[in-house]
C-alpha cells in the first residue's frame, strides 16, 4: 500500500503544489486586505477565518461573507480567488482522473488487491497456474470440495472471466507470467499454507519452469505439471516433480481399458469424476480394425495402445513425413474427404478415432465417416470447451476433451492420494470383478457420480472411533457405515481400501468384509453418495453417537450422570 500512495503522490505532486500555491495566495490576500466590522471600525481577517472562508468559497458550497460584509477591495479579491480556485480544481482533479486510468497505476492496485486476498486466507490452498479449460475446469471442481485455489494466468480476459465465475469462496486471480519466480511469490509460494502447485499452462516450458521453481524455493511443496511431450515429461521428472500428467497418454490409456475392460474402464471414470458430475455410461468399442486420423501427439500414443492391444489400425494423416508416421498401412490425407476415408477401407472398419488438432476437421471426419459406415465407433478429439454444444450434438461415442482428462487425474490426486493405491490393486482383477464393484456403487449413488473421500482414523479425524479403539473396543468396518440416526440401516456408501500401517510395510486391504476389525491409525478410502460424509464424520467424532451405533441404545452424556444411571441400574438389580 506504501508503493501504491508513492506513486500517486509522485505523479500527482504537480497539481498539489498548483492547489497549494493557489489557496496560500488566496488565503493570504484576505488577511492582507483590510475590511470593516459592523460598528465600522477597521478589521482584518486573521489565518483561520480567512482559510474557512476560502476553503468553503473555493470548493463552490458557499456560506456567505463572515463574519462581516465585505467591502470593495475584499470582493474583488473573492471574484478573483474563485475563478483561481475552481480552475486549480478541475485541473487538479482532470489530473487525477488520468493517474487513476493509467495502466501502471492500476496494474499496481489490482496486484495489490490480489496479494491482499492471498494473505486473508487461514487454509490450505493450491496455487494453479494457467486458467485455460483445463484450470478452469479443476478450479470449479476444487471450489466445489470445499479447497481453496489461488490463479496465475497471463491472459487478461481469463483472469476476467474468472472474476465473474460464482464460486462459493473468493479465489484470486493474478494476470502474470508463471514463469517469473516473484510472480510465484506474490501468489503465495512461500506461503504456509499453500498445500501444493499445479502448472497447467499450454506451454511445457512454462510448466516446467514452474516446477522448478516449486522445488527450489519450496521444495516440500506437492507439485503437479502438465506435460504433452515425454521429454518435457522426464525433464520435470528429474527434479523430484510428484506428479506429471500426459493427456494424450492418459486417454490413450482409457482407451486401451475400454477395449479390454469396459467394467474397468467405467470404474475408472466413476472413481476419477468431479463433484455433482453425471453418472457415465458403460461404453463397449469393438473389436477389429480401426482407423485413426491424424498421427500427431495424440495419434501416435493411441496408436501405440491399439499395438499392444493387438488391434490392428490405418492411419490416416496429412504429413506423414513430418509426423514419422510409420510406413505400412498409411494413407495420406486429412480423413474429411470420403476418398480417404474409402482408401482406407472405412466400410470394413469397426471404429475411428478423429485426433487431429483442428475441431472442424475432427468433426468434420466424424460425420462423414458415419455417413459412410452407420455403425462405425467413433473416438472424437476436443480442443476446446468453446465448441462443447456442437460436439455434444454430434453423440459421439467417447470424446476426449484434453482439459477435462487432466484437471480429473489432479482433483482426484489431491482429494484422495489413496484413490491411486486403490486404482492400482483394482487393475488386478478381472472385468467381472469391476462389473460387480459397479453395480454395488451403482445401487447406491442414484444420477451423480459417486463421492469418494479418504477418512485416517486418528485423534484429529475420527477422535471418537480413535479413543474408543486405544481403549480396547472392537470396532468393524461395519460400524463405521452405520446409519448414526438408526442404528438398523446402513448408509449408502461403500468402503473401497483400508491402509494399514505397519512395522515393515504397509497392508492394504481391498473391499474389506462388513466384519473387518478396525485398528488406531487406518487409512478409509469411502465412496458413497453425496451427504454420506457428513453423517461418517459425525459418528466417527462424537462418542456418544458412536455408544448408539454399537449398542443401539442412546447412552447419558456426561461422567456424573453417567455414574448415577449406572447406580441406579445396581439398585433395582439388587432389589
Excluded at 477565518?49 to 463572515?66: D, L, Q
Excluded at 456442437?390 to 487425474?409: E, H, P, T, W
Aim: charged share 20%; hydrophobic share 40%; glycine share 8%.
Amino acid at each position: 500500500m506504501n508503493n501504491i500512495l508513492f506513486v500517486f503522490l509522485r505523479r500527482l505532486h504537480v497539481p498539489l503544489i498548483v492547489l497549494i500555491t493557489v489557496y496560500a495566495i488566496s488565503v493570504l490576500g484576505f488577511v492582507l486586505i483590510p475590511g470593516v466590522d459592523d460598528q465600522g471600525n477597521p478589521w482584518r481577517m486573521d489565518f483561520f477565518h480567512a482559510f474557512y472562508f476560502v476553503s468553503y468559497m473555493g470548493s463552490t458550497i458557499g456560506f456567505g461573507e463572515i463574519p462581516y460584509e465585505f467591502t470593495g477591495a475584499q470582493r474583488m479579491w473573492t471574484t478573483f480567488t474563485i475563478y483561481a480556485t475552481v480552475i486549480s480544481w478541475l485541473y487538479a482533479i482532470g489530473y487525477m482522473l488520468t493517474i487513476v486510468q493509467d495502466p501502471a497505476l492500476r496494474n499496481l492496485l489490482t496486484e495489490h488487491r490480489f496479494r491482499r486476498g492471498v494473505r486473508r486466507i487461514s487454509e490450505p490452498f493450491y496455487l494453479i497456474c494457467g486458467y485455460g479449460d483445463t484450470g478452469n475446469f479443476l478450479v470449479r471442481a476444487l471450489n466445489e470440495a470445499g479447497i481453496r485455489a489461488v490463479v496465475v494466468e497471463i491472459d487478461q480476459d481469463r483472469i476476467n472471466q474468472l472474476e465473474l465465475e460464482g464460486y462459493n469462496t473468493y479465489v484470486p486471480g493474478l494476470c502474470a507470467d508463471a514463469s517469473v519466480p516473484d510472480n510465484l511469490i506474490k501468489a503465495g509460494l512461500q506461503n504456509l499454507d499453500c498445500a501444493g502447485v499445479v502448472a497447467l499452462t499450454n506451454q511445457d516450458a512454462v510448466n516446467l519452469k514452474v516446477a522448478i521453481t516449486s522445488k527450489l524455493l519450496n521444495p516440500g511443496l506437492r507439485t503437479i505439471a502438465r506435460a504433452e511431450t515425454h521429454d518435457v515429461e522426464k525433464n520435470i521428472a528429474s527434479f523430484g516433480t510428484d506428479h506429471i500428467i500426459n493427456p494424450f497418454d492418459t486417454f490413450a490409456g482409457r482407451l486401451a481399458l475400454a477395449l479390454h475392460s469396459p467394467g474397468m474402464y467405467l470404474l475408472y471414470e466413476w472413481m476419477t469424476s468431479v463433484p455433482h458430475e453425471s453418472l457415465r455410461e458403460p461404453v463397449f468399442p469393438p473389436s477389429g480394425r480401426w482407423i485413426l486420423c491424424g498421427y500427431g501427439r495424440f495419434g501416435k500414443a493411441v496408436h501405440e495402445r491399439l499395438k499392444a492391444e493387438g488391434v490392428s489400425s490405418t492411419v490416416i494423416e496429412a504429413t506423414p513425413e513430418i509426423t514419422g508416421t510409420p510406413s505400412d498401412g498409411v494413407v495420406v490425407g486429412r480423413g474429411t474427404e470420403a476418398e480417404t476415408l474409402h482408401e482406407a477401407d472405412i466400410q470394413h472398419a469397426v471404429g475411428l478415432v478423429a485426433g487431429t488438432d483442428d475441431d472442424a476437421n475432427n468433426l468434420s471426419i466424424v460425420m462423414t465417416a458415419r455417413s459412410l459406415n452407420p455403425d462405425l465407433f467413433t473416438v472424437l478429439r476436443q480442443n476446446g470447451r468453446a465448441n462443447d454444444v456442437i460436439f455434444n450434438a454430434v453423440q459421439s461415442d467417447l470424446i476426449m476433451q484434453r482439459g477435462n482428462i487432466i484437471a480429473r487425474k489432479i482433483f482426484a490426486t489431491i482429494t484422495n492420494p489413496v484413490l491411486t493405491d486403490f486404482l492400482r490393486l483394482a487393475r488386478r482383477h478381472d472385468d467381472d470383478w469391476a462389473n460387480q464393484l459397479i453395480s454395488r456403487i451403482g445401487g447406491i449413488i442414484g444420477n451423480e457420480a459417486p463421492h469418494v473421500w479418504m477418512l485416517t482414523l486418528d485423534e484429529e479425524n475420527a477422535p471418537a472411533v480413535n479413543t474408543a479403539l486405544e481403549s480396547g473396543e472392537t470396532l468393524t468396518v461395519q460400524n463405521i457405515i452405520t446409519d448414526p440416526h438408526d442404528f438398523s440401516r446402513t448408509l449408502p456408501l461403500i468402503v473401497l481400501l483400508i491402509k494399514r500401517p505397519g512395522d515393515e510395510a504397509e497392508q492394504e486391504i481391498i473391499l474389506p468384509a462388513g466384519q473387518e476389525p478396525l485398528q488406531p491409525g487406518d487409512q478409509l478410502l469411502l465412496c458413497g453418495r453425496f451427504g454420506s460424509q457428513s453423517s461418517v464424520e459425525w459418528l466417527v467424532a462424537n462418542l456418544n453417537v458412536l455408544e448408539y451405533v454399537l449398542y443401539g441404545e442412546d447412552r447419558p452424556a456426561g461422567t456424573i450422570w453417567r455414574r448415577w444411571v449406572r447406580r441406579n441400574h445396581a439398585a433395582r438389580e439388587l432389589q
